[in-house]
């Protein structure tokens, strides 16, 4: 009997592995291209939110918590390592970032101020004879001067020096941590002028010094590189190099980064570079009067007195002296510096925060005198320092 056929039966083809081969490909082309897409649409959400939050500008803070502690009206306060240092008359205390007393050196000083570096600080009593050197641990060690201190520089090694003021012929000391006299230089009026800043390499091998004079009733200045290295032994007063700038203050210096330091007069700043034989590299010139200036290891900032109407103007420059932002400024605040990316004003309880590309971030009222403001990790999330408090605020619309 005949078998009958099924319809629906077809034949098997043989097997083409080629053919196979290409559409598996296909296939994982098609899923990866997928995936692909996901994240890129996904990356670009995620960057466009952080920009919209980082660039987006705010009027208005809240509170998420509050940590009180009576402290006397005196208190100054300095963002140090993980912590806050506390300085005032009576000593200095290194607080956690809930205000809570990590330890406290009691000191008597009459007028205490604070030099920063990295890993170590230095408070010092300005007209008294007495230098404290810190880290985060606790004191690092204890400088006594023979003489009242007019100005003192710290180095990232605990290395200090200061101008010790001494009748019309000042001394510049520079100790190790422990006090022991490492170089000693006596100051001469005829010979380099008087002091008017210094400022310490952060390896502690290099100081800056500018100094003011006048010759036929103009004013000069002088900017002096020191070197207690090796490459200083073979200089007279270990003396490296020098620039001299005529009719100019020069009442700033600050380095940034072992090889580049600044000095700022009251219309230019001046570029050096060299490492341990720094040479001047450019002079820009302001044109405008220097209200205030700040910095950071990448940028140089200044505000300034507008010139053409009232108010002021916040101006950045890289390290090489390009210009990069200016912005104008309306109100007057007495306090400027520069975290990352950021630059924030403050004047009691007002505060204006202005990104490095000028977009401004915040204006408005902190809700409280504050003595520092502290940006840290998380968006729009800063510490905020009173006489009594610290707050923990986030900026808001």
């Given at each position: 009997m005949a078998q009958k056929k099924n319809p629906n039966l077809r034949l098997m083809k043989p097997l083409n592995?080629?053919?196979?081969?290409?559409?598996?490909?296909?296939?994982?082309?098609?899923?990866?291209?997928?995936?692909?897409?996901?994240?890129?649409?996904?990356?670009?959400?995620?960057?466009?939110?952080?920009?919209?939050?980082?660039?987006?500008?705010?009027?208005?803070?809240?509170?998420?918590?509050?940590?009180?502690?009576?402290?006397?009206?005196?208190?100054?306060?300095?963002?140090?390592?993980?912590?806050?240092?506390?300085?005032?008359?009576?000593?200095?205390?290194?607080?956690?970032?809930?205000?809570?007393?990590?330890?406290?050196?009691?000191?008597?000083?009459?007028?205490?101020?604070?030099?920063?570096?990295k890993n170590v600080f230095a408070v010092g009593d300005i007209g008294g004879n007495a230098i404290q050197v810190f880290t985060e641990d606790g004191v690092k060690g204890e400088i006594e001067t023979t003489l009242p201190i007019e100005m003192f520089s710290v180095s990232d090694q605990g290395i200090v020096s200061a101008v010790l003021k001494n009748e019309n012929a000042p001394m510049i000391v520079?100790?190790?941590?422990?006090?022991?006299?490492?170089?000693?230089?006596?100051?001469?009026?005829?010979?380099?002028?008087?002091?008017?800043?210094?400022?310490?390499?952060?390896?502690?091998?290099?100081?800056?010094?500018?100094?003011?004079?006048?010759?036929?009733?103009?004013?000069?200045?002088?900017?002096?590189?020191?070197?207690?290295?090796?490459?200083?032994?073979?200089?007279?007063?270990?003396?490296t190099g020098s620039e001299e700038y005529a009719d100019v203050i020069i009442p700033e210096i600050y380095f940034m980064g072992a090889s580049r330091a600044v000095a700022v007069s009251d219309k230019s700043f001046v570029v050096y570079e060299g490492g341990q034989n720094l040479k001047k590299k450019t002079e820009i010139q302001i044109g405008q009067e220097i209200k205030s200036s700040f910095h950071t290891d990448q940028y140089i900032g200044f505000v300034l007195?507008?010139?053409?109407?009232?108010?002021?103007?916040?101006?950045?420059?890289?390290?090489?002296?390009?210009?990069?932002?200016?912005?104008?400024?309306?109100?007057?605040?007495?306090?400027?510096?520069?975290?990352?990316?950021?630059?924030?004003?403050?004047?009691g309880s007002k505060c204006c925060i202005i990104t490095s590309t000028g977009v401004p971030r915040f204006k408005g009222d902190l809700k409280v005198d504050a003595l520092a403001v502290i940006p840290v990790n998380g968006f729009n999330k800063y510490l905020v320092m009173s006489a009594n408090e610290l707050r923990v605020i986030h900026l808001a619309i």
């Open positions: 592995l080629e053919e196979m081969k290409k559409k598996a490909g296909q296939y994982r082309r098609s899923r990866a291209k997928k995936w692909l897409t996901g994240i890129v649409l996904g990356s670009m959400m995620i960057f466009g939110t952080g920009m919209l939050i980082v660039n987006h500008p705010y009027d208005t803070v809240y509170s998420t918590s509050s940590y009180k502690r009576e402290t006397a009206d005196s208190n100054q306060y300095a963002a140090f390592g993980k912590g806050i240092v506390r300085y005032s008359r009576d000593g200095i205390t290194y607080l956690t970032r809930k205000n809570e007393e990590r330890w406290i050196w009691p000191s008597q000083f009459k007028n205490p101020e604070i030099d920063i570096q520079t100790y190790d941590a422990a006090g022991n006299i490492l170089v000693e230089n006596q100051v001469s009026a005829s010979g380099n002028g008087y002091p008017t800043a210094l400022e310490m390499s952060p390896d502690g091998t290099v100081l800056m010094v500018s100094y003011l004079s006048s010759e036929g009733g103009a004013l000069k200045s002088k900017v002096v590189c020191y070197n207690f290295g090796e490459t200083g032994k073979k200089e007279s007063d270990r003396q007195l507008n010139k053409d109407k009232s108010g002021y103007e916040v101006r950045l420059y890289n390290k090489n002296g390009k210009m990069l932002m200016n912005r104008e400024l309306t109100g007057e605040y007495s306090n400027v510096q520069m975290v990352g990316n950021e630059i924030i004003l403050y004047e």
